[in-house]
């Protein structure tokens, strides 16, 4: 069994900061690319950042210059540092996580959610 608990989510004024965490944990060989998406109330979710293994980052455009993606392997963790937060950030934030166990069969692992919330 793996599971992925996130932290760190709540509510922020605008231009504000937070910083989400998430550790996977159980039945781990090897965890993939690591990353946070989001869904706001009737949208579809959506990417906000990845990061590979090896430290390679990707962010959708709306996260780009605001926010960052790192992760640190020893934990098997992975954090979003979110600046500049506005309304629109208002979200449930869910880490992703591709994770092989004994088997080296990766599977997506989500966690359960954080909510963030900005106010204006």
């Known amino acids: 069994q793996v599971q992925l608990v996130e932290s760190g989510g709540g509510l922020v004024q605008a231009g504000g900061s937070l910083r989400l965490s998430c550790a996977a944990s159980g039945s781990i060989f090897s965890i993939n690319d690591m990353g946070w998406y989001r869904q706001a109330p009737g949208k579809q979710r959506e990417l906000v950042a990845t990061?590979?293994?090896?430290?390679?980052?990707n962010y959708a455009d709306s996260a780009q210059g605001r926010f960052t993606i790192s992760r640190d392997n020893a934990k098997n963790t992975v954090y979003l540092q979110m600046n500049s937060l506005k309304p629109e950030d208002t979200s449930v934030y869910y880490c992703?996580?591709?994770?092989?166990?004994?088997?080296?069969?990766?599977?997506?692992?989500w966690g359960q959610g954080t909510q963030v919330t900005v106010s204006s």
């Open positions: 992703n996580s591709k994770i092989a166990g004994v088997s080296w069969i990766y599977y997506d692992y």
């Open positions: 990061i590979t293994s090896n430290g390679r980052t």
